[in-house]
């Protein structure tokens, strides 16, 4: 069974670099053929995706948050990871990180459980 | 991109009632890349159907979709009182968008 867990500060000041991790169990990142995502809610409102990575390191972007969304993995230790860089209180949301649909073959993901971050000085 | 625009934004119905979203896509979708999450309060988002009218594994066979190029319907045909939540379709492949949601809730 394929688990993520998010980690990372929750609080951060503005104008600062949101960073987070995401940990792997259960199913290896360099072995797969998945794509590997970052995803938020702020509260109460809806989905967005902030882009993908695949374990070769070739991402896929979100056009609007392009510039300051940075996706890396780490293959050796089964993790991938987010920056967001020049937050303002408009990133306040629960941040998410899965192993979302991405092609016509799949027909399952899975995703953590999120984690909340919030953006104040 | 793609812009998903769900309707309505909220459907009050009861108990054992038939419920129907729709999902409208900005330009033609490939059938093979929209799928339905549902959204519990306080929980991920869980995979329902993906290829527009494929059931994941363990769902319940009362959702089912449907729909093809630019209008895609989930339906629930009888709501029992866990799904009760929030529904989106997305649009999957190269790059992910989702609709705004549809607030299904007790009436």
């Known amino acids: 069974q394929l688990q993520l867990r998010e980690s990372g500060p929750g609080l951060v000041k503005p104008s600062g670099t949101l960073s987070l991790t995401c940990t792997v169990s259960?199913?290896?990142?360099?072995?797969?053929?998945?794509?590997w995502g970052w995803f938020r809610q702020p509260p109460g409102k809806g989905l967005e995706w902030l882009g993908s990575i695949y374990h070769s390191g070739s991402t896929l972007d979100n056009p609007s948050l392009k510039t300051r969304v940075t996706i890396s993995v780490d293959t050796s230790k089964n993790q991938f990871s987010l920056s967001l860089t020049s937050v303002t209180a408009a990133d306040t949301a629960m941040y998410y990180c899965?192993?979302?649909?991405?092609?016509?073959?799949?027909?399952?993901?899975?995703w953590g459980q999120g984690t909340l971050v919030s953006v104040s000085s | 991109e793609i812009v998903l625009t769900q309707s309505p934004g909220t459907l009050s119905l009861s108990a054992g009632e038939r419920a129907t979203l729709s999902c409208r896509a900005s330009?033609?979708?490939?059938?093979?890349?929209l799928a339905w999450y549902q959204q519990r309060p306080g929980q991920a988002p869980r995979l329902l159907i993906y290829g527009a009218a494929n059931r994941v594994i363990g769902i319940p066979d009362r959702f089912s979709g449907s729909g093809s190029e630019t209008d895609f319907t989930l339906t629930i045909s009888r709501l029992e009182p866990e799904d009760f939540a929030v529904y989106y379709c997305q649009h999957y492949g190269s790059s992910i968008t989702f609709g705004q949601g549809t607030k299904v809730e007790f009436k």
């Open positions: 330009q033609s979708v490939g059938a093979s890349y």
């Open positions: 899965a192993r979302p649909l991405s092609s016509a073959y799949e027909y399952s993901d899975s």
């Open positions: 259960g199913g290896s990142i360099s072995g797969s053929t998945y794509y």
